[in-house]
């Protein structure tokens, strides 16, 4: 079966702009987290959605934004793009998502350059 | 404060040898996972670990999850170029449904 598409794989954003990133979940999977990649912080949860609906949501400030639509693919958006907000961004889809998941399947993410 | 904290953050060896990483916290956790990432890719899934002093193998990979719930370790023997990347832990508590990664360990293995 097809695993987790993110796209685009590869963005570069002025800063002040807004960007929109997208995953496609394996097909049947309806819980989509997203997370934040960098070299000084790891990985850092952004948000889940889950049937539409945001069920959790990490410590970023509310330019970070996302949703869910029927399909169960996921878009996050970040609006007036900082410098620091260069990352990889990546997808992870489970089955249902939470504790009761075991395991998480994600995409390849995409690759946010700021200048 | 990070949760999640792996030793060694940096480990290089030979091929052929044998190694321990290892991931720990001060908080209970009612499952952890651990995963490996390469350049360029996102982190695949190797194991999920969910009882307490409970041991999984895979392969050569050896997971064990401590009695306590708090710590977890990975060990590799005969280390091979193939297991070179990103090691990363991350671990559910209890009552957050939030996957909370460890700071990782980057591996290289020498041919």
């Known amino acids: 079966k097809a695993g987790v598409t993110q796209t685009p794989r590869y963005l570069i954003k002025t800063r002040g702009q807004q960007v929109t990133l997208s995953c496609s979940p394996i097909s049947g999977h309806r819980s989509v987290s997203w997370y934040q990649q960098t070299p000084g912080q790891g990985l850092q949860f952004l948000f889940e959605?889950?049937?539409?609906?945001?069920?959790n949501k990490g410590n970023f400030p509310g330019r970070f934004s996302g949703r869910q639509f029927s399909n169960s693919r996921s878009e996050m958006n970040v609006s007036t793009l900082e410098l620091g907000d260069s990352a990889l961004y990546l997808c992870?889809?489970?089955?249902?998502?939470?504790?009761?998941?075991?395991?998480?399947?994600f995409g390849s993410g995409t690759r946010l350059t700021v200048v | 404060t990070q949760l999640l904290e792996q030793s060694p953050q940096f480990l290089s060896i030979q091929e052929g040898e044998n190694l321990t990483v290892y991931c720990n916290s001060s908080?209970?956790?009612?499952?952890l996972q651990w995963y490996r990432q390469e350049p360029g890719e996102g982190p695949v899934l190797l194991v999920t670990v969910v009882t307490g002093g409970e041991v999984k193998k895979l392969k050569r990979l050896t997971f064990q999850f401590g009695d306590a719930r708090k710590d977890s370790s990975l060990h590799i023997t005969a280390a091979q170029p193939g297991d070179t990347g990103l090691y990363l832990c991350?671990?559910?508590?209890?009552?957050?449904?939030?996957?909370?990664f460890g700071t990782g360990t980057r591996l290289t293995i020498i041919p």
């Open positions: 991350a671990g559910f508590q209890r009552g957050n449904e939030k996957l909370t």
């Open positions: 992870a889809s489970s089955l249902v998502g939470g504790q009761t998941s075991f395991g998480y399947t």
């Open positions: 959605y889950f049937s539409e609906t945001q069920r």
């Open positions: 908080s209970v956790f009612s499952s």
